[in-house]
């Protein structure tokens, strides 16, 4: 298999890029109620639905049986899985009410999410590692990365359709030995819906602005099916709450003194967002062709100080563009053949516009003067991938996977910004002259191309004897990754899984690596955290897990210990490969469900978590020394109560409590307080009408005011209020990153579910 060079062909990816994007826009920009009359109409030609897999119906042992692919690359059961694994099933999805799919992120154990709903649109802290830029965990689809080539971000999810989801595998630990760089700390897998079966549509409206349409419908051929999904999403940000806090009181956004002209014209209190997906998938038992467009578009929420960024003045657009070929060949019965073939674009925007407020001196008087600009952003990166691997049955005990991958990637370094004039408050009005989107490199040898080559073993081995009262089972695999900028990485993992009876235990240990993203590397300045020199980031865990089934109980427990070097060391001058850090941490687990007279079926989950995390970091005298990780809880609890009352009504419950979280040094709060809060959805059945369902779903039930813990250096001033010094220039917050993320309050949505037939 040939592959294209990335640094001479460089214009032929642009042109295909905008290509693919301009189809995408085309199909994007059709109306909701259009895209609903399409639906009913492929609906009808659809085949008769099914319901789909309630966990909550299922045995403890059924459950057990479910089948995963995400850590050994192909299918088994749950409880065999070397890996400690959660599943979200379609129908849980339903059951939970998400917004997006982001938030899964708040029933998983182990992950604290602070939300901002801007640029950064959540930051997922997962098993005490908190990064400025980057992510240390995947986000998949069906296998394939979705991480943003540039800045790794896994935020993406957030546009993903959830009709055409099948289930969700959250895989805790590292799993780099099967899917390279990044899977330090675990993994998403989004596994979709391939049954014509279950295609499907729900429209949602609520407070806020929501309106979402989201649908996945199958026409089914005698040789090949084509499945279409999407997903529209448009909503805005609840600030009720946002006056709870010094530097997103709304009267900031529409002060003349620190926005001039702006305040008037784009100064509102609100942030928008308008989220976009589309997929079409041609499909067979042997072959896939799937083009996937996902796009992320937000205002600038509550992640900045009101008196330093605008939150509706503009919006942040990510979007990836992806088209790739699967194929399995069966070469007999034992040896099996999987090949891919992907391209894709992972962009900022050229559209991605900002207004923000700066304090800098003056340089004939050497007082402090305000300045005021707009600007836009961009950044364009493309990506070739070819890969192919055998699965071999050796003997009926033993199991090979090996593989191959090899990527090409174009990327950009600095963003391509295009400012407008900067000018005092007083100056700004009506005839500010706004800049237009960048439509080249700002700057010269502004992009990089790599490529990158990785070989992987995987191997399962049953050690007890067929018909054994206990069962044994070894697991080891081995990856050597190659890459033109970073070198050489190896990397391990090795577990056993024992089972006997109604016990499973696992042990595990595994190595992982981060490697620093090019927004990182070579996307801003040095004060923001970027520097070519960076390597990766290196992590070892051992991990024990042991689960116990009664009749009507399911308990487990799990504990982990992740070591790490080389992190990504954030200064006043830069970032840089420094210091140490070791997480330890676990979660106990109980889940209890029955029946009785009164209700169907009654299902009740509960999780305690607890976490000690600590890393090496600088202080003033430039001495590496151990401190906590900031931001994170000490413990938090997760639980949630499905009733299912008769064929028609279903009650659902979850809820989330996270303790005390101390802030990170540069924040001047010493924590965050701790919160509950609790969500409930309704589902109805009608009697008359099988394939509908209706949903009312409420989000922060008690309308409880809390708040999450800012991102990057969350040093907005807590010490004073701002104000005018005697120069007439307002002196406020002294940072862009709040030290504290105001949360909305209770809101209320509505959703109709179609079956198609």
Request: proline content about 3%; some cysteine; aromatic content about 12%.
């Amino acid at each position: 298999m040939g592959f294209i060079s990335v640094n001479n062909n460089w214009t032929i990816f642009k042109v295909s890029s905008l290509v693919l994007e301009g189809i995408m826009f085309f199909s994007l920009s059709k109306s909701f109620f259009t895209i609903y009359l399409l639906l009913l109409l492929i609906g009808h030609q659809s085949a008769c639905a099914s319901d789909a897999v309630d966990i909550y119906e299922l045995s403890f042992e059924e459950l057990l049986n479910l089948k995963v692919s995400t850590v050994s690359r192909q299918e088994q059961s749950l409880d065999e899985s070397p890996a400690f694994i959660e599943i979200i099933t379609q129908d849980d999805i339903k059951r939970r009410g998400y917004k997006d799919l982001s938030y899964l992120l708040d029933d998983i154990a182990g992950v604290q999410v602070t939300r901002t709903f801007g640029d950064n649109y959540f930051n997922a802290l997962w098993r005490g590692v908190r990064h400025t830029i980057g992510s240390s965990h995947l986000i998949l689809i069906d296998g394939i990365k979705f991480n943003h080539l540039y800045n790794n971000e896994a935020e993406i999810m957030a546009s993903f359709p959830l009709s055409n989801i099948k289930q969700v595998e959250v895989v805790h630990g590292p799993a780099s030995v099967a899917y390279g760089n990044d899977a330090v700390v675990g993994i998403i897998n989004i596994i979709t819906n391939k049954d014509s079966q279950k295609g499907q549509a729900f429209l949602q409206v609520g407070g806020n602005n929501t309106e979402v349409v989201d649908f996945s419908s199958f026409l089914k051929g005698e040789k090949f099916q084509l499945r279409f999904s999407g997903r529209f999403d448009k909503g805005s940000v609840d600030m009720s709450n946002a006056n709870n806090y010094r530097w997103t009181n709304t009267e900031l956004l529409n002060n003349p003194d620190i926005w001039g002209g702006f305040s008037s014209s784009h100064g509102e209190a609100d942030s928008k967002h308008s989220n976009k997906s589309l997929e079409f998938s041609l499909f067979n038992e042997k072959t896939e062709i799937t083009l996937q467009y996902h796009e992320l578009s937000t205002g600038y929420g509550l992640e900045y100080t009101f008196d330093h960024a605008l939150p509706d003045a503009g919006e942040w657009i990510e979007n990836e563009h992806s088209i790739h070929w699967k194929e399995l060949f069966d070469i007999n019965k034992d040896i099996q053949v999987k090949t891919l073939l992907r391209y894709r674009s992972s962009n900022i925007d050229a559209n991605s516009f900002f207004i923000e407020g700066y304090i800098t001196t003056n340089p004939e008087t050497g007082d402090n003067q305000r300045l005021l600009d707009a600007s836009f952003w961009e950044s364009t990166n493309y990506s070739w991938i070819g890969s192919a691997e055998i699965v071999w049955q050796v003997t009926p005990k033993l199991n090979l996977l090996t593989g191959f991958e090899y990527e090409d990637k174009n990327l950009q370094k600095a963003y391509n910004i295009e400012f407008g004039p900067s000018l005092a408050p007083e100056f700004v009005d009506s005839t500010y002259e706004f800049p237009i989107p960048p439509t080249e490199d700002s700057y010269e040898n502004n992009r990089i191309g790599t490529n990158q080559q990785g070989l992987y073993l995987l191997s399962q081995y049953q050690l007890s004897k067929p018909g054994a009262l206990i069962h044994h089972h070894l697991h080891f695999g081995i990856r050597n990754d190659h890459h033109s900028v970073f070198g050489t990485e190896t990397s391990l993992r090795t577990g056993y899984v024992g089972q006997w009876q109604k016990t499973t235990f696992k042990m595990f240990y595994g190595q992982a690596y981060q490697e620093p993203s090019a927004r990182l590397l070579y996307g801003g300045w040095r004060g923001s955290g970027s520097d070519p020199e960076l390597q990766p980031r290196n992590a070892e865990t051992i991990e024990m897990n042991i689960n116990y089934q009664l009749a009507s109980v399911l308990l487990s427990a799990n504990y982990f210990r992740m070591d790490s070097k080389n992190l990504f060391n954030t200064t006043e001058t830069g970032a840089l490969n420094a210091g140490k850090g070791l997480a330890t941490g676990g979660d106990l687990r109980a889940k209890y469900q029955t029946s009785n007279a009164l209700v169907s079926s009654l299902s009740l989950w509960g999780t305690y978590s607890w976490l000690n995390s600590k890393e090496q970091t600088y202080d003033q005298q430039g001495i590496l020394r151990w401190n906590r990780v900031g931001d994170l809880a000490d413990y938090t609890f997760h639980g949630g109560a499905y009733i299912t009352f008769n064929q028609y009504w279903q009650l659902n419950i979850r809820g989330r409590f996270y303790g005390n979280r101390k802030t990170v040094q540069t924040n001047e709060l010493s924590e965050v307080e701790s919160y509950l809060s609790l969500d409930a959805n309704v589902i109805y059945q009608p009697k008359s009408i099988s394939r509908l369902k209706l949903a009312i779903d409420v989000t922060n039930l008690f309308d409880e005011d809390y708040f999450h813990p800012g991102v990057r250096s969350a040093s907005a001033s807590t010490t004073n209020i701002g104000g005018l010094d005697e120069n007439g220039v307002w002196i406020g917050s002294g940072s862009f990153y709040n030290a504290k993320i105001p949360q909305p309050g209770r809101e209320i949505r509505l959703t109709a579910y179609w079956q198609f037939r």
